[in-house]
């Protein structure tokens, strides 16, 4: 009777560990849980920021020699700093973070590869495009303004360059944060990133080409 008690209690002891560790391999292959709403959120509020500089016409006070007054165009040509940014965004994300190996929040060695834990925070590409976005439309709008315009304001040009990615960037930021995408520290140097990427390419752009169309009066500039 004894040795049937003995051996039905090692049973009952060994069922118990193998399911307690199976529970544990189980629970830990779940990765750390992830807000798919701000993934939504954040995606949407980036690709919008995008679309600012995409379709955003650059508004200018015409030179008087050709007609006096304010003037709206909008330039193909904006496809280069667009696409140059896109494809830094891209190199970012399918390069630069498997060298940087900035573990997202609540992963690390021994979690690699689990759910929620398959890629790289460093650098936020999500932030990155974004704040690029922001950088880009805030240097075409400081050229337009200083150098095409005479220093006159337009607040259509600066709410559309700068106010609306100002706060479609921020509403990324925030929600890559908040949703455990990436940590603090991933997202700030996502933005800077792609504040500085931005503010360069557009300056560039925005120098070398005019916004008026020349003296046809197109709308579109090819």
């Not at 920021?49 to 006096?68: C, H, K, N, W």
Request: net charge positive; charged share 10%.
């Amino acid at each position: 009777m004894n040795v049937g008690i003995r051996f039905r209690s090692i049973l009952a002891f060994a069922g118990a560990l193998v399911l307690s560790t199976v529970t544990r391999g189980a629970h830990a292959q779940q990765g750390p849980a992830r807000n798919h709403d701000w993934q939504t959120v954040t995606t949407i509020t980036m690709l919008g920021a995008a679309g600012t500089q995409l379709f955003m016409p650059r508004i200018f006070y015409s030179d008087p020699e050709v007609t006096v007054g304010w003037k709206a165009r909008w330039h193909v040509s904006v496809l280069a700093p667009v696409m140059t940014l896109t494809g830094l965004t891209l190199l970012n994300e399918y390069a630069l973070k498997d060298s940087f190996k900035g573990f997202r929040p609540g992963c690390d060695e021994t979690n690699r590869g689990v759910p929620g834990c398959g890629s790289y925070g460093l650098l936020s590409s999500h932030t990155f495009a974004a704040f690029a976005a922001l950088g880009h439309g805030t240097a075409v709008f400081l050229v337009d303004t200083t150098k095409w315009s005479g220093g006159r304001f337009n607040a259509g040009a600066f709410v559309g360059n700068v106010a609306l990615p100002l706060v479609l960037s921020t509403f990324t930021a925030v929600g890559r944060d908040a949703g455990n995408y990436e940590r603090s520290g991933q997202v700030i140097w996502g933005g800077v990133g792609g504040l500085v990427s931005g503010f360069a390419t557009g300056a560039v752009y925005a120098l070398m080409q005019r916004p008026e169309c020349g003296y046809t009066g197109s709308l579109i500039c090819w």
